[in-house]
């Protein structure tokens, strides 16, 4: 029987990337995945041609490309690249070409990699957060689920996947343990003493594949995921003791850290003060145990800084 094909954006990259590997290390799954990249040529690409993924060159703002790259597939992974660009208008004209490819295609399961439009709890009006752009909250989030119609206006079967924070941005993204003043190591968030729903990158296509795999059960319907909960306290412990020195919790306020002026900070300020002051609505939208039943090998924090310890302690040197 021959294997139904799921088109994967952003297959180089964290999400996508981990749906290609979990697709195509699952032999007997009935699935093969179609990696769609700017860049056939890269070394990536080739690695994911080398677990017998079919390398398809495309750009997501290349409506014909996504056309071809669509064609002839069952699903396809949809994800935006915001940290590419920082524009939200252009992450729901990507998402709307997407959703115009795969209706085109006859595609009969797509994911949809989105997260809240914060402006739903808190609007424009309500100053306990700036408004940024002139009509966001937290352009990262409201871009992608204002982008949630575009799937429906099309009449998809489509699943609206919200993911959660990345650990990997302790190692990646400049989030990780750093000297402070006194020489201590310290993580910084302004998360107060509530708990963040994180997640192995790498699990994120894990679960994707999981979802796949039921199909029909999940198709109009969202589903939130993350490998666990955990305060800023209980992340310092667990780095500590991966790291072999002391790591402590610097809690900020979020106006603090919108302040700190890297790009992006006034963005994440919003979204760790979102996750913060309605934790019991964002965690509730991302069960582990559910998140579990998608992905058995889900990592908790502590597997995932087991692996990656070398790559955590590189990031101190
Ligand atoms: N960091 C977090 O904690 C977190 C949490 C939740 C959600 N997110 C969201 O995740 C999204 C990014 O996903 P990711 O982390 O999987 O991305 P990523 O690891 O940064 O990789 C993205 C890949 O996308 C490809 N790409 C970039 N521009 C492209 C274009 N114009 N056309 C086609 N492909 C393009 C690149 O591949 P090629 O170079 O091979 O083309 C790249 O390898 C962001 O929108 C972010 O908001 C992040």
Known sequence: MSK?????MGATGAQGGGLVRAIQNDAGGGFTARALTRNAGSDKAKELARLGAEVVQTDIDDPASLTAA???AHGAYCVTFFWEHFSPEREQAEAASMARAAKQAGLQHVIWSTLEDTRKW?????NRMPTLAGKYKVPHFDGKGEADRVFTDNDMPVTFLLTSFYWDNFIHFGMGPKPGLDGKLAITLPMGN??????????????AYGIFQRGVEYTGK???????HLTGDRMAAALSAALGRPVSYNAVSPEVYRGFGFPGAD????MFQFKRDFEDYFCG???PEFSRSLNPGLQTFDTWLGRNRAALLATLE
């Open 4 to 8: 139904k094909i799921i088109a994967v």
């Open 70 to 72: 669509f064609a002839g």
């Open 122 to 126: 808190v609007p424009l009006s309500d």
């Open 194 to 207: 509530k708990k963040l729903p994180g997640i192995a990158a790498e699990d994120i296509g894990k679960c």
């Open 222 to 228: 969202t589903v939130g995921i993350a490998g666990e």
């Open 267 to 270: 963005d994440l300020g919003n």
């Open 285 to 287: 939208a991302r069960s």
